[in-house]
């Protein structure tokens, strides 16, 4: 199914919400949220598609600090990042004596902060994915999976959840740009 491009604002609510239901039939997660930055470096949800098992959090806000920078700059350089068990133990790295410790910016298998495991542990999320929103080096939003239970997603999905992320922000784009160009013809 492809998303189009919304012309107006009853049309970009839908459109939202036609991607969170997008993401949710692609992976089978219990709940997809479109997470959007604000201004002020806050964030907001304003889509959501939930089997019904968690409260929902569509209209809620919540601080910058909620996600922290280094993490919105790693969200920038990877489309995507999958924690398929919140109960899995991190694995230490072991680096040949004298030798750098590897660089894992780029890789999958990179732990994730204690603080955000005991975050999602306290939301009742076994396992999470989330999907970068970006475009021009700037970070627009996330899509964010949660799942009840474990649960890994193979990369092809992933990737193809990845392009449609892409996708909504072109269409986004397009929406905004259209809407600019209206406001500015109608004043003249």
Same mark, same amino acid.
């Given at each position: 199914?492809?998303?189009?491009?919304?012309?107006?604002?009853?049309?970009? *609510?839908?459109?939202?919400?036609?991607?969170?239901?997008?993401?949710?039939?692609?992976?089978?997660? &219990?709940?997809?949220?479109?997470?959007?930055?604000?201004?002020?470096?806050?964030?907001?949800?304003?889509?959501?598609?939930? #089997?019904?098992?968690?409260? =929902?959090?569509?209209?809620?806000?919540? +601080?910058?600090? &909620?996600? +922290?920078?280094?993490?919105?700059?790693?969200?920038?350089?990877?489309?995507? @990042?999958?924690?398929?068990?919140?109960?899995?133990?991190?694995?230490?790295?072991?680096?040949? *004596?004298?030798?750098?410790? +590897? &660089?894992?910016?780029?890789?999958?298998? @990179? !732990?994730?902060? +204690?603080?955000?495991?005991?975050?999602?542990?306290?939301? *009742?999320?076994?396992? #999470?994915?989330?999907?970068?929103? !970006?475009?021009?080096?700037?970070?627009?939003?996330?899509?964010?999976?949660?799942?009840?239970?474990?649960?890994?997603? &193979?990369?092809?999905?992933?990737?193809?959840?990845?392009?449609?992320?892409?996708?909504?922000?072109?269409?986004?784009?397009?929406?905004? =740009?259209?809407? @600019?160009?209206?406001?500015?013809?109608?004043?003249?």
């Amino acid at each position: 199914q492809l998303l189009n491009a919304p012309a107006s604002p009853s049309e970009w *609510e839908a459109y939202g919400q036609q991607t969170v239901d997008l993401f949710r039939s692609l992976t089978g997660y &219990d709940r997809i949220m479109l997470y959007r930055f604000l201004d002020d470096g806050s964030g907001e949800v304003i889509a959501e598609s939930s #089997s019904g098992m968690y409260g =929902s959090y569509l209209g809620l806000r919540f +601080p910058a600090s &909620d996600i +922290p920078q280094i993490a919105r700059n790693l969200y920038l350089k990877n489309p995507h @990042r999958q924690i398929a068990d919140v109960a899995a133990a991190p694995v230490p790295i072991v680096a040949l *004596e004298g030798a750098d410790t +590897p &660089d894992l910016t780029y890789s999958d298998l @990179r !732990a994730v902060s +204690p603080v955000h495991i005991q975050y999602l542990k306290n939301m *009742e999320v076994g396992a #999470s994915l989330s999907f970068s929103i !970006a475009g021009g080096g700037a970070l627009w939003g996330l899509v964010a999976c949660h799942h009840r239970s474990p649960r890994y997603l &193979d990369y092809r999905i992933r990737s193809r959840c990845a392009e449609l992320a892409n996708a909504f922000y072109m269409g986004m784009m397009a929406y905004s =740009s259209n809407m @600019r160009l209206s406001y500015i013809t109608s004043v003249d």
